[in-house]
């Protein structure tokens, strides 16, 4: 059994594997495997133990430690094939500059990927804005980044985009952010009135932040419209994530208390003024049509 364990599997030049040096080799990276998958619970496990261990902190801890793991598996797997390293240095050398050509952009991707992992300018669970995608990060992988939309929908992001391009990140430093409802109220209505209401309406949510943490609830009078008076509600919330739904919450809550006080929201109107020699041209214009046969 023994000799067999010697039997040459793979021979070049004066170097060769031998079957027991492929069984170490493997169990070698089975191990690093088993090791890798360890550590990445034991920190799920920490991070559910401890409130203040973010899952971003989990993320890039994992992604070390994976990286890590897996580089000194594969560098003592390959001790054990009995590969000379300066050799396999002057291979990879050689090879650099063709695979440089050929997988530039899969390079670009995997040093963006890096850099987003190490300067946590984008975390898992960010709300971020790339280009038309908006939505949460779910993954930062080594070529890519995994955003998932309000829809469910995963969409992939390139890392290079991700450092090269212009991202929104609305929970970088904070949860809280500001939003904007736009109201328009009909000619003759109290502004001052209008504004009191939608000031009750705003104080009186429980997610707008009223601590003195950000800018209090203001409405603004924007300007004297075509068929309405523009006023605009601007308040902060605690958890700008929850926008669509508090923005709803405050429409319907403004709609409700402006009906009550018989405040009109109007709807566009125009004003058609025809003089008395056109009316007569379209009342001989419809007699006219009105004669001809089907």
């Known amino acids: 059994m023994f000799t067999q364990l010697d039997t040459v599997l793979i021979q070049f030049e004066e170097n060769s594997i031998t079957f027991g040096e492929a069984i ?11 090791v890798t998958r360890a550590a990445l619970k034991g920190l799920e496990r920490a991070r559910r133990n401890r409130p203040n261990f973010a899952k971003s902190h989990q993320f890039v801890l994992g992604r070390l430690l ?11 797997a390959l001790a054990a094939l009995g590969l000379d390293f300066g050799k396999l240095t002057l291979i990879a050398s050689a090879l650099s500059v063709g695979i440089g050509f050929g997988l530039k952009n899969a ?38 980044t995994q955003i998932q939309t309000r829809d469910n929908a995963d969409v992939i992001v390139p890392n290079s985009d991700m450092i090269s391009n212009q991202v929104t990140n609305w929970t970088l430093e904070k ?3 500001r939003i904007i409802l736009n109201i328009d109220v009909a000619y003759g209505s109290d502004t001052k009135l209008v ?3 939608l000031l009750e309406v705003a104080k009186s949510h429980p997610a707008v932040m009223q601590d003195g943490s950000a800018k209090q609830p203001i409405v603004l009078f924007l300007g004297f419209g075509d068929s309405a008076l523009h006023l605009e509600l601007r308040c902060f919330i605690k958890d700008i994530m929850d926008h669509f739904i508090v923005t709803s919450d405050l429409y319907f809550a403004i709609d409700d208390i402006l009906r009550k006080n018989a ?11 025809v003089k008395q020699g056109d009316l007569a041209n379209i009342v001989r214009l419809e007699e006219s049509s009105e004669e001809k046969p089907l």
Do not use: C, M
């Not at 170490?24 to 088993?34: F, K, P, Q, W």
């Open 175 to 177: 949860p809280s952010g």
């Open 66 to 76: 994976a990286y890590s793991i897996g580089t000194i598996g594969t560098l003592i």
């Open 195 to 197: 504004r009191k209401l």
């Open 24 to 34: 170490e080799a493997s169990l070698i990276l089975l191990t690093t495997y088993l």
């Open 107 to 144: 390079i670009n991707n995997f040093s963006s990927g890096i850099i987003l992992i190490f300067a946590r300018a984008v975390r898992v669970g960010d709300w971020v804005v790339v280009g038309q995608t908006e939505g949460i990060v779910d993954k930062i992988n080594l070529l890519s």
């Open 263 to 273: 405040i009109e929201i109007p709807f566009p109107q125009r004003e058609l003024h």
